[in-house]
């Protein structure tokens, strides 16, 4: 009987060993593979100490993430590259090319979304970029077929129609889903819970936040689901919200202007649920 119960023991230990590769192996395949882009160290924003405190919400929430940083112009380069987004379960990007008429680069990251299905997380000026795409041209410059509200530099859309033929213009707003061009002083904004959804189901029904920007809506596509609702004073506006893109979806968070924003529970909880969700969601 002894003989047998060490039997039994032996086989069940190295089941457990064989087993335990297997497990590990399981346990890295749903390790959520996060890319964070950013530019460093911003003119009007403290992208710095952001990358900081983001790299600890990720350890916290157990990514793997890999931080793709430099100078301003050098960043704007690198989404050149095809595919730069590509291994990623969702990528974050928390940048401010505002007067950029690199088309290129915006049509290269659209395209990790719309094309290669990487859903995406835009964080406050990231919503303030490439605006000669929509914001500082005249009604009609996309042409006849375009049916959005857009108003894109007439010179840029013939440069691009020239070297690109039929390839869509990137017209950025329509790529954030909220458009926006400017923003109110800096003042605390109430951010009112729209809707029950898993990039807020942590975030209470109200809360305020300390000085910070609240971005206007200058136009909103259909599709665009609003999260979160900001009041200052007398101004309100949609400051975060999903909205489908292609082959994934884009989340749009407004606030985040200030450090002390990211400091701030509420708002780490929305920055890491809205990843976790678009990871799960569109996990390839």
């Given at each position: 009987?002894?003989?047998?119960?060490?039997?039994?023991?032996?086989?069940?230990?190295?089941?457990l060993?064989n087993?335990?590769?297997?497990?590990?192996?399981?346990?890295?395949?749903?390790?959520?593979?996060i890319?964070?882009?950013?530019?460093?160290?911003?003119?009007?924003?403290?992208?710095?100490?952001?990358?900081?405190?983001?790299?600890?919400?990720?350890?916290?929430?157990?990514?793997?993430?890999?931080?793709?940083t430099?100078?301003?112009?050098?960043?704007?380069k690198?989404?050149r590259?095809?595919?730069?987004?590509?291994?990623?379960?969702?990528?974050?990007?928390?940048?401010?090319?505002?007067?950029?008429?690199?088309?290129?680069?915006?049509?290269n990251l659209?395209?990790?979304?719309r094309?290669?299905?990487?859903p995406?997380?835009?964080?406050?000026?990231?919503?303030?970029?490439?605006?000669?795409?929509?914001?500082?041209?005249?009604?009609?410059?996309?042409g006849?077929?375009?049916?959005?509200?857009?108003?894109?530099?007439?010179?840029?859309?013939?440069?691009?129609?020239?070297?690109?033929?039929?390839?869509?213009?990137?017209?950025?707003?329509?790529?954030?889903?909220v458009?926006?061009?400017?923003?109110?002083?800096?003042?605390?904004?109430?951010?009112?819970?729209?809707?029950?959804?898993?990039?807020t189901?942590?975030?209470?029904p109200e809360?305020?936040?300390?000085?910070?920007?609240?971005y206007?809506?200058?136009?909103?596509?259909?599709?665009?689901?609003?999260?979160?609702?900001?009041?200052?004073?007398?101004?309100?506006?949609?400051?975060m919200?999903?909205?489908?893109?292609?082959?994934?979806?884009?989340?749009?968070?407004?606030?985040?202007?200030?450090?002390?924003?990211?400091?701030?529970k509420?708002?780490?909880?929305?920055?890491?649920?809205?990843?976790?969700y678009?990871?799960?969601k569109?996990?390839?």
């Open positions: 009987m002894r003989i047998l119960w060490l039997s039994l023991g032996i086989f069940l230990i190295s089941l060993l087993d335990q590769p297997s497990r590990l192996q399981a346990e890295e395949s749903e390790t959520k593979k890319l964070y882009f950013t530019h460093e160290p911003g003119t009007y924003h403290r992208y710095t100490p952001q990358l900081a405190i983001f790299r600890q919400l990720a350890k916290q929430a157990g990514w793997e993430l890999t931080v793709m430099g100078d301003h112009e050098a960043q704007i690198k989404l590259t095809p595919d730069f987004g590509k291994e990623f379960d969702a990528i974050v990007y928390n940048f401010c090319f505002a007067g950029s008429r690199d088309t290129e680069a915006a049509a659209i395209a990790q979304t094309r290669h299905g990487v995406a997380v835009l964080i406050h000026c990231s919503m303030h970029s490439w605006w000669p795409t929509f914001k500082s041209g005249e009604p009609g410059s996309l006849p077929e375009y049916r959005g509200d857009a108003k894109a530099d007439a010179k840029l859309v013939t440069e691009w129609r020239l070297t690109q033929g039929d390839r869509p213009f990137p017209v950025w707003g329509d790529f954030t889903g458009a926006s061009t400017t923003h109110g002083p800096s003042q605390p904004i109430t951010m009112q819970r729209l809707a029950k959804h898993p990039a189901r942590r975030f209470p809360f305020v936040t300390g000085n910070t920007e609240l206007n809506n200058l136009y909103t596509l259909d599709e665009v689901v609003p999260l979160i609702r900001g009041v200052q004073g007398e101004e309100a506006a949609t400051i919200w999903a909205c489908p893109q292609g082959k994934a979806e884009v989340i749009g968070l407004t606030v985040g202007h200030d450090v002390n924003d990211w400091t701030q509420p708002y780490q909880n929305l920055l890491i649920d809205s990843v976790n678009l990871a799960d569109y996990n390839r």
